[in-house]
């Protein structure tokens, strides 16, 4: 398994970005597969966004379509979400997660798929 950290969070105003990073120990870090999930009060936690571990294949939910981007760095052992158009209804915890996920392209959207999290870095998104 991985340790990861989340950072980046914060609060910022309807329309506007943020990019949220996540460290991960370990030389394995390339053979993971690193997704991005979110948590909002009184919800269940859900699929955001992740990248393949090769092919450079990404996911991503309906919901941030078009405005998120999931992105790696292998070399430096970060996964990024680059978060565009921020609307109200993105606020919640955002959890980095890695998973040895080797099948099909709907694997990555299952959080049971997912062995290692990190703690969660709060997204405020205000009107």
């Known amino acids: 398994q991985v340790q990861l950290v989340e950072s980046g969070g914060g609060l910022v105003q309807a329309g506007g970005s943020l990019r949220l990073s996540c460290a991960a120990s370990?030389?394995?870090?390339?053979?993971?597969?690193m997704g991005w999930f979110r948590q909002a009060p009184g919800k269940e936690r859900e699929f955001v966004a992740a990248?393949?571990?090769?092919?450079?294949?990404?996911y991503y939910a309906d919901s941030v379509k078009g405005r998120f981007t999931i992105s790696r760095d292998n070399a430096k052992n970060t996964v990024y979400l680059q978060m565009n158009g921020l609307k109200p209804e993105d606020t919640a915890v955002y959890y980095c997660?890695?998973?040895?996920?080797?099948?099909?392209?709907?694997?990555?959207?299952?959080?049971?798929?997912?062995?290692?999290w990190g703690q969660g870095t709060q997204v405020t998104v205000s009107s």
């Open positions: 997660a890695a998973g040895r996920i080797y099948d099909s392209a709907g694997s990555y959207y299952t959080e049971a798929n997912y062995g290692s």
């Open positions: 370990g030389r394995t870090f390339s053979t993971y597969a």
């Open positions: 990248a393949s571990w090769i092919g450079g294949n990404t």
